[in-house]
């Protein structure tokens, strides 16, 4: 049974360039959600996506964006990157039939230089 | 959204040592969740607690909703358990809110 899979690992940018991040959530799985982690700092939610539509957003503003495909899987979008975005990127999977367990991936690690 | 504290922020335990890290939380949740995140960044999943209690192997965990906190039980601590410990509830929407964690040090 495969876990919940994002890519890239890693990725090095520059200031006012554009990212996008891909995630594959667990087998039976529907729902996916983006957290970010800044370095010493718990996640924090970007947003989450469940039937192609984003369901809840935390407070990250419009430069990030996000997408989610019929086979569930998702995109997330950052516009205009700032120094400050640099940071893990985790993406988590759920199931709303079943608990609402979250499982997360390996994340991406983004540098923006 | 919930407010997350946990305690304490950095915990240095001799290998086969006990310790019990605290999550304090700000508002009544639907669930709970403990993860412990290693040196790589992964997120593993330990236990889904929204009240009582649950044990696996060494670790265990209690949740008491109507007080607003959680408890993280490891016994006979091994230098694999370094790491850090999230507590991560979630309340009347669908996110997961975190603390800044514990940061577990076993030594051999």
């Known amino acids: 049974d495969a876990g919940v899979t994002q890519s890239p690992t890693h990725l090095i940018k520059t200031r006012g360039q554009q990212v996008t991040l891909r995630c594959s959530p667990k087998?039976?799985?529907?729902?996916v959600s983006w957290y970010q982690q800044a370095l010493g700092q718990g996640p924090q939610f970007i947003f989450q996506y469940y039937e192609e539509e984003e369901r809840q957003r935390g407070n990250f503003p419009d430069r990030f964006s996000g997408h989610q495909f019929p086979n569930y899987s998702s995109e997330l979008n950052v516009n205009a990157l700032l120094l400050g975005d640099s940071a893990l990127y985790l993406c988590a999977s759920s199931s709303l039939r079943r608990v609402s367990e979250q499982y997360f991936g390996p994340g991406t690690r983004l540098t923006v230089t | 959204g919930i407010q997350v504290e946990q305690s304490p922020p950095d915990l240095i335990l001799q290998e086969g040592a006990n310790s019990t890290l605290r999550c304090n939380f700000s508002?009544?949740?639907?669930?709970l969740q403990w993860f412990h995140q290693n040196p790589w960044g992964q997120l593993i999943n330990l236990f889904y607690?929204?009240?009582g209690t649950k044990q696996n192997g060494r670790l265990s965990a209690t949740t008491v909703a109507t007080e607003r906190y959680s408890l993280l039980y490891i016994s006979s601590s091994q230098t694999t358990d370094s790491g850090v410990y999230f507590c991560?509830?979630?309340?009347?929407?669908?996110?997961?809110?975190f603390g800044a964690g514990t940061t577990v040090t076993v030594r051999a």
């Open positions: 087998s039976g799985h529907d729902t």
């Open positions: 991560a509830p979630r309340g009347n929407d669908y996110k997961l809110s």
């Open positions: 508002d009544s949740v639907n669930n």
């Open positions: 607690i929204p009240s």
